[in-house]
């Protein structure tokens, strides 16, 4: 599996998803793959702000420009599928952060259409892009080395640390570390406080069967080399409908790129059953619709 083929399966899409809508008992996931060759120069970041511009340009490393850039043009399109603004138009704001009340809490839209709620993350060369009816958060990490694991470790709860220390030494302990890391950060994102609140303080470790009161945490699989979960507010959702961004919406409108007036047809459909698995179980996936 290389860089851009991300977890998804082809089939036609399923009923409830073709007007890009949002339910009570669905979240809708995003991998974003970073484009490269042509489809990195034909990457159209007409539509961001003054700010997103500012900060794409401001990166030392050009991937993390790259990827910066990927991300935020997906988020803006993606959103305006499912709200009707157009991308360019989009304004996002903060809301007040439940620890002290100063506005870097979840990030929202200016104009928030009821019940529709946005989580982004990007690491690596992946961006992930949650959307939900209910509050949520998500968290895509490519895997560090030994050495960022050790390090980071320290402000992970005393028993994640000892979940950590009693795994295998080397690269299976990096997967155990990002499993707990993105669990921990998709929870502190969905709560809107983000690490303003101390990653030691809530116990989530890598027990998929381990949530916090009142919310809900999904290991994501997407691909090698990254780890990624989402946390939702309230019930386990029925669905988490997990979908591959194609890199031709990425692309100027007057490039061919296809309007994306419904969700492509390279996704898969996981139940919470599948999901909600016992530690170190594969999460098995099923098609929606006839392959």
């Known amino acids: 599996?290389?860089?851009?083929?991300?977890?998804?399966?082809?089939?036609?899409?399923?009923?409830?998803?073709?007007?890009?809508?949002?339910?009570?008992?669905?979240?809708?996931?995003?991998?974003?793959?970073?484009?490269?060759?042509?489809?990195?120069?034909l990457l159209d970041g007409s539509e961001l702000d003054e700010h997103e511009r500012e900060r794409a340009t401001a990166f030392v490393r050009p991937p993390d420009a790259l990827?910066?850039?990927?991300?935020?043009?997906?988020?803006?399109?993606?959103?305006?599928?499912?709200?009707?603004?157009?991308?360019?138009?989009?304004?996002?704001?903060?809301e007040p952060c439940p620890g002290c009340g100063e506005p870097h809490g979840r990030p929202s839209l200016s104009a928030l259409p009821p019940a529709l709620h946005?989580?982004?993350?990007?690491?690596?060369?992946?961006?992930?892009?949650?959307?939900?009816?209910?509050?949520?958060?998500?968290?895509?990490?490519?895997?560090?080395?030994?050495?960022?694991?050790?390090?980071?470790?320290?402000?992970?709860?005393?028993?994640?640390?000892?979940?950590?220390?009693?795994?295998?030494?080397?690269?299976?302990?990096?997967?155990?570390?990002?499993?707990?890391?993105?669990?921990?950060?998709?929870?502190?994102?969905?709560?809107?406080?983000?690490?303003?609140?101390?990653p030691g303080a809530d116990y989530l470790g890598a027990d998929t069967d381990r949530h916090p009161q009142g919310w809900s945490v999904i290991d994501i699989p997407c691909g090698p080399g990254h780890a990624a979960a989402a946390a939702v507010w309230g019930p386990a959702p029925a669905t988490i409908d997990v979908h591959?961004?194609?890199?031709?919406?990425?692309?100027?409108?007057?490039?061919?790129r296809p309007r994306p007036d419904?969700?492509?047809n390279h996704h898969e459909e996981i139940s919470m059953q599948d999901l909600l698995l016992s530690h170190g179980a594969p999460?098995?996936?099923?098609?929606?619709?006839t392959r």
């Not at 999460?283 to 619709?289: K, L, V």
């Open 67 to 94: 990827l910066y850039t990927t991300a935020h043009v997906a988020l803006r399109r993606l959103l305006s599928r499912y709200t009707g603004i157009p991308a360019r138009d989009i304004r996002f704001r903060r």
């Open 1 to 41: 599996m290389n860089r851009r083929e991300l977890p998804a399966r082809t089939g036609p899409p399923g009923p409830g998803l073709s007007g890009f809508t949002v339910s009570p008992d669905r979240v809708d996931l995003w991998l974003v793959a970073t484009p490269d060759g042509p489809g990195a120069e």
């Open 262 to 264: 419904t969700p492509p």
């Open 118 to 198: 946005f989580s982004l993350s990007h690491s690596g060369e992946v961006a992930l892009v949650g959307i939900a009816a209910v509050p949520l958060g998500v968290d895509v990490e490519q895997l560090p080395g030994a050495e960022t694991v050790e390090v980071c470790s320290r402000a992970l709860h005393q028993d994640e640390q000892r979940e950590l220390a009693a795994s295998e030494e080397g690269p299976a302990r990096s997967v155990v570390f990002g499993r707990i890391w993105t669990r921990k950060e998709a929870y502190l994102k969905g709560l809107g406080t983000g690490l303003s609140r101390s």
């Open 283 to 289: 999460a098995r996936t099923r098609p929606r619709g």
């Open 244 to 256: 591959r961004f194609p890199e031709a919406w990425l692309r100027p409108p007057d490039s061919g």
